[in-house]
């Protein structure tokens, strides 16, 4: 797999006005700011709101620029959504999106279309994510002309610089989706991203419909397509295994609010909110004698159309129900959960935590009552 | 919160005699491309009691070997060439029709990777699992029913009774898994096929599922055929792992065996390419290239154009021993051996077998005929749910 220089420039040209205003030194790229996205539940026939699934509840977090910020948690948690809303393709409740300085949602008409050029997205599913009726050569060019960067020659020189940077043959941009493998079509959908010079990406599960050895080659790949060009990504996944290696800082999300965030190492070497723990825990080593004890919640994730009340994590967590065996009976309540009498602490049950600095790092923040 | 880690269990002695033998099966599918050879040469042993992982990428043969067991694959297409599947000494493959839906269900039982297309959403759960038991069991439906209940409460599902009645949409995909667990485990199967069984799951419910098949496996006594890529789900889960590359078994050894010492560049190679949690590796490992298509193997040794052995090996080997290839759009030298013959699984060293030219020892080793009753002594992963009673009747309990 040729991951050398490319000998065709792939730079996008230089355009006058890119729409980017300039970065403040030492500012974030990104910033999210209380970011909420609620689907409405309709019923009936006249299809009145009868409810709201809280997909993403208050998430704020930042991203320098070429860093990455790992996003995890499990199915329905409300990770995807997050990617989604940043890059507005989904539109928000509330909260604020800050893009080099300003409110991505402030944008609107030219504005908004020359500054998307800049915040990209790869799939998951190499396979649904490209059109199988245009060329490869198309899927990438098309951005490229309708931003109004190159045309003709110099735009298919761009593709094949764009095909060899990501490991594929420039003579492939003549060929249709279904003629290639799994990993290649996921080369391809990056070299799509990147065909406008992003400095964002949302890297949405990017791997996880790879085999194990091809999935090594992707990372590695926009690994260095990020040291290169300096591109921040948003990496979403679930395997903690990946995420840990990808990224500078992770993000854990429970139904639609993040629990946990500290940077890789830390999170992992001292995670600090009970999910994380569990979530930790519950990655099979590949270790026949694997020394760490298991942490198996009970319970299944809540629906977040109606989650619990206090701590969103309280029904399943080990921690309260340690921390309420130890307690008064005053400071405790008895709940129901997965057909199981248990007490819980009362706090965990009535007040929602707020995401606070933990013992540890700087930076090392969660949401829980009982954990320091 | 504190638990025996890795507590030692009294396994019962590991047979002498296989449940189930594989010998030197070859199948063979037509396409429009010609034909395919999905599975060559396989052969597998499994005991009672015993979980034997298939591992591989893929493409590379393992579902097709797990359906070739039970008879599941539509011929035409698909035709078996040669080789034998016997279990308790009956070869399955010489079963007529009925005799072999008496098998399916009863001594073997399969759960599939995807929970959601592998129930009826027209049936409930309840009519689902009873219709396997009225089948096998010879029972009435009043007693199927309460087997039922049963066997959802068996795998931890609340309210057992209401559940029967719902329909597969109502469950969430884990709860689903459940319930495909629960409808396999009915009949009280001698061998489990679990085709990806937690694949599809978070891992906080993979966990849940994982642990509930080492329940059942302990207080049953089934064997269990594990089909997976994941090789954390393999070193936690199996005693006896089998690599599949390209429709072979290139690896064959007892777990430890296995991870300690990976002796196939392939096994090698998948092994570093996986991230490891807490490990902060700067850059993985990677195999180059792409997983072969059935339909344009190379000639050789099915990995020679992706093994870095191989090229080693070349560059300091004399030009008339190697040969070029073009693999990836790249040229570059492999030994010519590995180019033009495939190396068959033979024992390098006692109890392992792998199938590589350049491994020390291949010439003078013997075909190996996998036939491993090895069993872990020790459970795993010694599991905290939360609930100190539950933590420390579970070190209690003899198993």
Request: charged share 25%; glycine share 8%.
């Amino acid at each position: 797999m040729s991951e050398s220089a490319p000998t065709v420039p792939y730079a996008s040209a230089p355009v006058k006005n890119d729409g980017r205003d300039p970065l403040p030194a030492g500012a974030p790229l990104v910033e999210v700011r209380d970011l909420k996205t609620h689907f409405p539940i309709r019923k009936g026939v006249l299809a009145r709101t009868v409810g709201f699934v809280k997909a993403v509840d208050g998430v704020s977090f930042t991203i320098a620029p070429g860093k990455t910020l790992g996003l995890v948690g499990e199915s329905g948690c409300g990770k995807t959504t997050v990617g989604r809303t940043i890059l507005r393709l989904i539109p928000k409740t509330s909260g604020e999106v800050i893009y080099r300085g300003r409110d991505f949602f402030a944008y609107q008409g030219e504005t908004l279309r020359r500054l998307r050029r800049h915040m990209q997205i790869v799939f998951q599913d190499p396979v649904s994510s490209l059109n199988p009726r245009m060329t490869i050569g198309n899927i990438i060019g098309e951005p490229i002309e309708v931003h109004g960067i190159a045309k003709g020659k110099a735009k298919r020189d761009m593709v094949a610089g764009l095909l060899q940077r990501v490991g594929l043959d420039p003579s492939y941009a003549l060929r249709y989706p279904h003629e290639f493998s799994g990993g290649q079509r996921q080369r391809i959908g990056i070299a799509r991203a990147l065909a406008l010079g992003p400095d964002f990406i949302v890297c949405d599960e990017p791997v996880s419909a790879l085999d194990v050895s091809i999935q090594s080659q992707i990372l590695n790949l926009l690994d260095d397509l990020q040291r290169e060009r300096n591109i921040a990504y948003l990496f979403i996944a679930h395997n903690l295994a990946v995420v840990e290696h990808f990224s500078d800082e992770v993000a854990v999300m429970y139904l639609g609010r993040i629990v946990e965030k500290a940077s890789s190492r830390e999170l992992y070497a001292n995670p600090k909110h009970p999910y994380t723990m569990a979530l930790l825990s519950a990655v099979p080593e590949p270790n026949p004698r694997p020394k760490r004890q298991r942490i198996v919640l009970k319970g299944e994730v809540p629906s977040p159309s109606k989650p619990p009340t206090g701590c969103p994590f309280h029904p399943r967590c080990p921690l309260t129900r340690q921390a309420a065996a130890e307690a008064g009976a005053g400071d405790t309540v008895e709940i129901t959960s997965g057909g199981e009498r248990i007490r819980v602490l009362s706090k965990c049950k009535n007040e929602m935590p707020p995401l606070e600095q933990k013992q540890g790092e700087d930076g090392h923040v969660a949401a829980c009552w009982v954990t320091k | 919160m504190t638990t025996a880690a890795a507590t030692a269990t009294a396994m019962p002695k590991p047979s002498t005699k296989a449940l189930l033998e594989v010998r030197d099966l070859n199948i063979a599918f037509d396409t429009e491309r010609g034909e395919i050879r999905p599975v060559r040469d396989v052969s597998l042993s499994i005991f009672p009691g015993q979980t034997v992982a298939v591992v591989g990428e893929s493409g590379c043969g393992k579902s097709v070997t797990a359906m070739s067991i039970l008879r599941l694959i539509p011929q035409p297409p698909g035709k078996v060439l040669s080789g034998s599947i016997s279990l308790d000494g009956h070869d399955l493959l010489k079963l007529d029709e009925r005799d072999m839906r008496r098998v399916r269900g009863k001594d073997i039982a399969m759960i599939f990777q995807e929970p959601m297309t592998s129930l009826n959403p027209v049936y409930t759960i309840g009519e689902q699992i009873m219709e396997a038991v009225v089948l096998h069991q010879r029972v009435g439906k009043r007693e199927a029913r309460e087997i039922a209940e049963q066997a959802l409460r068996d795998v931890g599902i609340a309210d057992p009774e209401r559940r029967l009645d719902e329909y597969p949409h109502q469950m969430s995909g884990g709860m689903r898994q459940r319930v495909m667990i629960a409808m396999a485990l009915s009949c009280k199967p001698k061998l489990l096929i679990a085709d990806e069984p937690t694949t599809a799951l978070d891992v906080t419910i993979q966990a849940q599922i994982l642990e509930l098949l080492r329940k059942l496996q302990r207080e049953q006594g089934m064997a269990i055929m594990l089909i997976t890529h994941d090789l954390g789900v393999v070193a936690e889960n199996a005693d006896v792992v089998a690599v599949m590359y390209a429709s072979r078994i290139v690896e064959c050894a007892k777990v430890e065996e296995l991870f300690d010492h990976p002796q196939h560049p392939y096994t090698q190679g998948l092994f570093r390419s996986v991230p490891k949690l807490g490990a902060h590796s700067e850059r993985l490992a990677t195999i180059p290239g792409t997983v072969p298509n059935p339909a344009k193997f190379p000639s050789g040794c099915k990995f020679h154009t992706r093994c870095p052995l191989t090229r080693e090996l070349a560059a300091k080997a004399g030009a008339e021993d190697t040969v070029e290839v073009v693999s990836g759009g790249e040229r570059f030298r492999v030994l010519r051996r590995c180019n033009v013959e495939e190396p068959e699984l033979r024992d390098i060293k006692p109890a392992h077998g792998a199938a590589c030219h350049q491994i020390e020892g291949y010439d003078r080793s013997r075909v190996m005929v996998p036939k491993l009753a090895d069993k872990r002594e020790v459970v795993p992963v010694a599991v905290i749910d939360g609930d100190p009673e539950a933590v420390i009747k579970q070190q209690e309990q003899p198993t």
